[in-house]
């Protein structure tokens, strides 16, 4: 089992910055991909990006893409989501979801294994 739990999440006005971490823990050796996921009300959860854990290759979203980067630390079984010029329909209950496949490429919400219970991210206009 891999438990994840998510952290940073918060209010923020339109145009500002946040940061979230994903700490993993348990059976960190099997997690080849790491992801962040979203989820607005009303809406179904979504792929915001992911990183693959032995080459680092990073995947985004066309909707995030050049505002949110994500890096992991592998020391600390620990990955990042920067988001930046932050728009209020980025609103919703940010996710971490670790897979024991390396996926090259947006992986689905049914390709993740494990999932954090969510942070709340707020941005107001």
């Known amino acids: 089992q891999v438990r994840l739990v998510e952290s940073g999440g918060g209010l923020v006005q339109a145009g500002g910055s946040l940061r979230l971490s994903c700490a993993a823990s348990?059976?960190?050796?099997?997690?080849?991909?790491m992801g962040w996921f979203r989820q607005a009300p009303g809406k179904e959860r979504e792929f915001v990006t992911s990183i693959t854990w032995s080459g680092g290759s990073t995947y985004f979203a066309d909707s995030v893409k050049g505002r949110f980067t994500i890096s992991g630390d592998n020391a600390k079984n620990t990955v990042y989501l920067q988001m930046n010029s932050l728009k209020p329909e980025d609103t919703a209950l940010y996710y971490c979801a670790s897979t024991e496949r390396s996926i090259d490429g947006l992986p689905y919400v049914d390709n993740m294994d494990y999932w954090g219970k969510g942070t709340l991210v707020t941005v107001s206009s």
């Open positions: 348990g059976r960190t050796f099997l997690i080849r991909t």
